[in-house]
């Protein structure tokens, strides 16, 4: 098994004042270790393309798209189920980042905004945004889960109808007012 692919940028070697411009393409192998890595069946197709853009004397900005099909296990029936993602992504590498502390504390405004780092892994980056976007609950087209009934032996099983305590609200707000008309 191949290891997962990098791209590694020293961010002090760009030049401080143009856009660096990049595009990540996985081979089959890097693409069977990501897809290793992320717990899924597969990666079939990933390709991540941007460009890291001054911002500033120090900071920088890494604003790019990534394109994928996976191959994820149906959360119904276990069967291979393929997605197609397309994701725009956006990192913001602030030198004077200042990461909050306490016990409860406020989203930022910036929730792309991140400490500069003195090196960048590009690939990095991209698995990451695969696998935030990654389908949490993946179901093949058709797959119900239908209904599951347990019980103790003797007693009548508690279906889905049960456990809703106002199913039967509709049917009894109907007889009282049909009650009504007639008894008037």
Known sequence: MSALPTHVIRLADLAGRKDTAFVLTPEADERAAIAEDLGIIGVKKLRFEG????LGQFDWVLSGKFGATVVQECVVTLEPVSTRIDEEVRRTYLRDFVEPEGDEVEMPEDDS???LPNTLDIAAVMIESLALALPQFPRKDGAELGEAVYSKPGTAPMR????RPFAGLASLKES????????Q
């Open 160 to 163: 889905d109808e049960d456990a």
């Open 176 to 183: 009282l007012e049909k009650k009504d008309k007639d008894g």
């Open 113 to 115: 905004a991140e400490e």
């Open 51 to 54: 460009s890291l853009e001054p």
